[in-house]
């Protein structure tokens, strides 16, 4: 339910956040002459072959500090939930929602450059809130649970209408974190029928 090592879950998620501020602070102390120049321009720029490595760069990137800022406290709460699985388990949900998040966004995203943690956050969010019932495991329901009465109402940004919000990104950050979910179960579903004796029948 928790991390093996709460306290050490908790500075590689602090550590990750600190990045995202060093970079941001980068950004903003090193102004670029154009905006074609600007590190945000290196965000997901859908249906353009330039904008294809967007899909790596741009959970890394924010518009501003209040666009980091919110971004923060779900990037660090939820990561420290998710290292309950162990950093295996984190990479490889982390590696799915980020693909799929940026993936989806450069197919049918709105002109322009995407940016921002959050399809990531989405993401994470998805796969917290299933993972217990895809392990029938009754204290990840009850974090689950937790986290929707918190933090349930993000889900709304899936959908479309609120101006200069990717909801393209959070929609297919929240798929990510279905296939994630998805496949986390089944690899758990083959470990345990490895391990389970064999049957002989005479």
């Given at each position: ?81 998710l290292l309950a699985g162990g950093i295996r388990q984190f990479v490889g949900v ?30 994470w969010m998805v796969f917290l809130l299933l993972r217990g019932f895809a392990q ?38 929240a798929l990510g974190g279905v296939l994630a979910t998805w496949l986390v179960a ?17």
């Open positions: 339910m928790l991390p093996a090592n709460p306290l050490k879950a908790a500075v590689g998620m602090f550590i990750f956040v600190v990045a995202l501020f060093a970079i941001e602070f980068y950004d903003v102390a090193t102004p670029a002459p154009n905006p074609a120049m600007d590190l945000d321009a290196n965000g997901i720029q859908p249906r353009t072959v330039e904008g294809l490595d967007g899909i790596i760069w741009a959970p890394l990137l924010h518009f501003g500090w209040q666009h980091l800022i919110s971004n923060s406290l779900p990037l660090f709460v939820l990561g420290w939930l982390t590696a799915v929602v980020w693909v799929v998040a940026g993936a989806g966004t450069w197919l049918i995203g709105a002109p322009g450059f995407h940016v921002g943690a959050s399809g990531v956050i989405f993401g029938r495991s009754v204290a990840q329901i009850l974090v689950a649970v937790v986290l929707f009465f918190y933090w349930g109402g993000m889900l709304w940004g899936v959908l479309p209408g609120q101006p200069g919000i990717s909801w393209e990104g959070h929609l297919f950050g089944r690899s758990t579903r083959r470990g345990v029928s490895r391990a389970e004796p064999g049957t002989l029948a005479g």
